[in-house]
């Protein structure tokens, strides 16, 4: 699995969305376990602590539910997931309208293009 | 057992009229990977020599683990020396012989599953090994101890990139939890990913301790960028001579 981190944020914050994006794109089932913090650390290269914290995080999103024994899993509420992917795809759109407006495409020209390229698939 | 691992306080190291250390007070706590970072001749050996022992400072206190440092530390305290210091005609099978000895806390199963994991034959004379082998060996024999404080200083500044996360990886994967690891280096995006908290020095001085990520977050920019930013005035002071 691939992890990318750039420099301009903190570490933990892009590792959280990482796994975020890995459970709404369903490569970690509802209710399945998720890898131990070590084990994910190791994969990442990078230090325990700071993949502890973007588990965390994922918590408090409701994404990732911690047990006492067993680790932690993913959610077994779909419905939550599936409002968390809603709401990331609304954001991957919303910044690529404002990416085409500024290239001068009216809502129309836009719709238009989607189209074109849907063809073109 | 105190909270903090490493109390320094005002902590100052001069050798003849030249000043290695200036002051420096600071804590660590424990199960923390922090990176001492500064340009060269900033300090960095003399204050992990002092914290192992092998200096005495000049003013100020300095307490490992509640103590002063002495027997108790050095027990807790396992420390990768900038250079090598072991016997070339020795065998690392030798080494853990010597470690078994001397450390209540060395584990040797663990050794030699190190050595297999980095493919070094612990049968080998030291003296046949090439140079990124010998320093595999050292970090093997420094990692295989359950200790409370690892004192790596440059671990991984004669190695390729390659190597480099490698040796990184064999860090994070096998410190013991409860325990400080302390590393020294320039290299800093190179270890940025795996450190909890950095500690820059400059000209025997901290200027700059916090959380990696506190920094990211405050500045909006990597550590590495930081400390390139911080580091780049230096030439100008060379004016007053």
Not at chain 2, 149 to 155: N, S, T, V
Request: aromatic fraction near 6%; charge should be negative.
């Amino acid at each position: 699995m691939d992890w990318i981190l750039t420099d301009d944020r903190p570490i933990w914050m892009q590792l959280s969305e990482q796994m975020a994006r890995r459970i709404v794109a369903g490569q970690y089932a509802p209710g399945s376990k998720l890898p131990s913090v070590r084990e994910l650390a190791a994969d990442a290269g990078v230090n325990p602590n700071t993949m502890q914290r973007a588990l965390s995080q994922l918590e408090s999103d409701g994404l990732a539910v911690a047990n006492r024994t067993a680790g932690r899993t993913v959610t077994e509420d779909t419905a939550a997931i599936e409002a968390i992917r809603h709401r990331m795809a609304r954001q991957v759109i919303g910044e690529f309208l404002s990416a085409v407006r500024a290239l001068g495409y009216t809502r129309e020209d836009i719709i238009k293009l989607l189209k074109e390229e849907e063809n073109h698939e | 057992m105190s909270d903090l691992l490493i109390q320094s306080s005002h902590l100052t190291k001069t050798f003849g009229h030249k000043a290695a250390l200036r002051d420096v007070t600071c804590s660590i706590g424990r199960g923390r990977i922090v990176g001492l970072l500064g340009p060269n001749g900033s300090g960095k050996t003399t204050f992990i020599k002092i914290l192992c022992g092998l200096l005495q400072p000049t003013a100020g206190t300095l307490a490992v683990d509640g103590e002063p440092v002495g027997l108790h530390s050095k027990a807790i305290i396992s420390y990768l020396p900038d250079r090598m210091y072991f016997a070339d005609w020795m065998k690392a099978t030798d080494l853990f012989d010597l470690f078994q000895d001397f450390y209540a806390d060395f584990d040797r199963q663990k050794a030699a599953e190190m050595c297999r994991s980095l493919g070094v034959e612990p049968r080998d004379r030291l003296k046949t090994m090439s140079k990124g082998t010998k320093e595999k060996v050292q970090l093997v024999m420094v990692m295989a101890r359950k200790a409370q404080l690892y004192l790596l200083d440059e671990p991984i500044a004669g190695v390729d990139p390659a190597a480099r996360d490698f040796i990184l990886n064999t860090i994070l994967t096998n410190y013991n939890e409860a325990g400080t690891v302390l590393l020294s280096t320039h290299l800093i995006s190179d270890v940025e990913r795996v450190l909890d908290e950095a500690l820059f020095l400059r000209q025997g001085e901290i200027i700059l301790h916090n959380s990696v990520d506190n920094i990211r977050e405050s500045e909006g920019k990597s550590v590495d960028s930081l400390f390139r930013e911080m580091f780049r005035a230096v030439p100008m002071e060379g004016g007053r001579f």
